[in-house]
């Protein structure tokens, strides 16, 4: 299984980034994507989850209303569409999976894979 990142950047507050996660090695409709973030002394957190399968998503309070997540099964992606960038979203973004049998949002300490992160700096 390989998640690989992609779309991160540096932006002026109230600007937009979509972020990538490319995803192999598991069947795309069976699977929770999840997009958390972390900044250095931080504890993870997640942002926002997709049921691969289709008609779920979930998003943290703090992103909600500004934060979009989608997928294309087809290209084995899943997109996070983030507008009216914040400061306070400056952070390294990852994406993680895990069976969706397993639930779905799911916590960092319930994620069975990760990708390697992107920066996001919002100033």
């Known amino acids: 299984v390989q998640l690989v990142e992609s779309g991160g950047g540096s932006v002026q507050a109230g600007g937009s980034l979509r972020l990538s996660c490319s995803y192999s090695g598991f069947t795309a409709e069976s699977n929770c994507l999840g997009w958390f973030r972390q900044v250095p002394g931080k504890e993870r957190e997640a942002v926002a989850a997709t049921y691969t399968g289709g008609g779920t998503t979930h998003y943290a309070d703090s992103v909600r209303d500004r934060f979009t997540i989608s997928q294309d099964n087809i290209k084995n992606t899943v997109y996070l569409q983030m507008n009216r960038l914040k400061p306070e979203d400056t952070s390294v973004y990852y994406c993680?999976?895990?069976?969706?049998?397993?639930?779905?949002?799911?916590?960092?300490?319930?994620?069975?894979?990760w990708g390697q992160g992107t920066q996001v700096t919002v100033s």
């Open positions: 993680a999976a895990r069976s969706f049998l397993r639930g779905c949002p799911f916590s960092p300490e319930g994620a069975a894979y």
